[in-house]
């Protein structure tokens, strides 16, 4: 069925909660036609200039009512419409004689709306309405954003940081209803889109934990884990908490995506390749990048000319296109690193001549993050492999610029014909020994490599899941 429903034309949802007055389809379609409130440049919410505190408390009973539905609490629907995404129409019916407004009343007797705009447009509502701050309706609102909110506005962090969905898809279809709770582990392997799949049957039979099974898929997925120093202070009594607790606390929040729009979308392609449990962690396999403290480059050395708003948004656009790509290779040439300044222009002339790949479109991304780094004059580190002369360049953050740093990166195309994206990681980590780290964070770089450099690599068990209970 998660087949069906994601590659389906065109999808319906049926709610039984019917719209028993005019005044609450035009209220409903004032909301989808966004005049009811908005989402600032600030990334705060707000109410419409106009909207007056009856009308506020109108729509919050029209979507109390709607959200009560059934259909919003059943496991199974729930993947229904994530997978259908922008394909399913949502159709709420009308009583007798109401009439509904414009383009919403396209089927008699029904009240048809694009479910994800009518996420998307409740979610900035109710949230406008917490911004209030106002105590009347605050516990209905949290209670209905947990069904209806969508994820690109919910898990927004104002300091750039995105939580993967993973975590919070697994928490919301937990929160559904289902007849049979093993079917879970099918519902989020369709959802999350996960090549590896566990033998739901036999391992009822056996009596197993299906919450250590979830957690299982979960990582044999090649889900991210932080684990590193930033992460030392995680509850030692982790692996008490239930399955949705203990994924929230390894599921690392990511800052600084190579990606401007559509982060979550990216997201769901930061996973490492196919992994196996190993006693000491997660083992599979990637590059471990060396960044020694002296390797660096002083971009504010460039001398380049100041670029105007309008030419800085198209060159973000068209990385390639830039002169700044032009100059760091220039740079690389005469610190006498021929290889790395002959990738980076390899990969400009490629896009120049509109060539393109699945590894050429994640570089482009990297590409992007290098022309703002030496846009705004920040120092850049080289990488090398071990035993090899530098064939990466990362951007650390400020505080790292003296460190030697480490870096895992790891990348694998799409599988023919899937339609999926490839998957991609770049992750600062503490060496914890011959090929094993701990990740600690994101961080953004171009790398230049041949498949023969990978190795094997163990991703550590977070520390607070080995040591001896009391």
């Keep these: ?99 509904v407004p414009g383009r919403y009343g396209e089927m008699t007797g029904e009240f048809c709306a694009q479910a994800t705009r009518f996420r998307e447009q409740a979610t900035i509502f109710l949230l406008a309405y917490s911004a209030t701050g106002w105590k009347q309706y605050h516990q209905s609102c949290a209670v209905m954003l947990s069904k209806i909110g969508k994820y690109s506005i919910t898990l927004k962090r104002s300091n750039g940081r995105l939580k993967p969905m993973s975590a919070t898809i697994f928490a919301d279809i937990k929160r559904r209803g289902v007849e049979d709770a093993w079917d879970t582990l099918a519902i989020t392997a369709n959802t999350c889109a996960y090549r590896t799949r566990l033998d739901v049957q036999s391992l009822a039979n056996e009596g197993r934990s299906l919450s250590i099974c979830l957690l299982a898929q979960f990582l044999l997925n090649g889900e991210i884990i932080a684990c590193g120093i930033n992460h030392e202070r995680t509850d030692p009594r982790s692996l008490q908490h239930t399955i949705d607790g203990v994924l929230h606390q390894i599921q690392p929040a990511i800052e600084d995506l190579p990606t401007s729009t559509k982060g979550l979308t990216f997201l769901k392609c930061c996973r490492l390749p196919p992994v196996e449990f190993v006693s000491r962690g997660l083992k599979t396999i990637g590059y471990i990048w060396c960044l020694p403290k002296h390797a660096k480059l002083y971009t504010s050395d460039f001398n380049l000319p100041r670029l105007s708003d309008t030419r800085r948004e198209y060159l973000e656009k068209y990385p390639w296109e830039s002169r700044e790509l032009e100059v760091l290779a220039s740079k690389l040439k005469q610190r006498q690193q021929y290889f790395l300044a002959a990738k980076l222009c390899e990969y400009l002339d490629k896009r120049r001549n509109n060539i393109s790949s699945p590894a050429l479109d994640y570089m482009d991304l990297m590409a992007c993050k290098l022309f703002r780094a030496i846009d705004r004059g920040l120092q850049l580190r080289l990488a090398s492999l071990p035993g090899q002369s530098a064939s990466g360049i990362f951007i650390p953050r400020r505080w790292e610029l003296g460190q030697s740093m480490n870096i895992l990166t790891t990348w694998q195309p799409p599988q023919e014909d899937s339609g999926e994206a490839g998957n991609a990681v770049s992750l600062k980590v503490k060496l914890c020994g011959s090929r094993v780290v701990l990740p600690e964070r994101w961080i953004n770089g171009m790398v230049f490599f041949t498949h023969n450099d990978h190795g094997t690599v163990i991703i550590g068990w977070p520390p607070s899941w080995t040591r001896p209970c009391s």
């Design 1 to 99: 069925m998660d087949l069906v429903y994601k590659n389906a034309t065109q999808t319906v949802g049926l709610l039984s909660t019917p719209i028993y007055s005019y005044t609450g389809a035009q209220l409903l379609a004032n909301l989808l036609d966004r005049d009811l409130s908005f989402e600032g440049s600030a990334g705060n919410f707000r109410f419409g200039p106009n909207i007056c505190t009856e009308t506020i408390f109108k729509v919050i009973r029209i979507l109390e009512d709607l959200t009560r539905d059934s259909w919003w609490d059943r496991a199974w629907i729930y993947q229904e419409e994530y997978l259908s995404g922008l394909r399913m129409d949502l159709l709420i019916p009308v009583k007798s004689g109401v009439r």
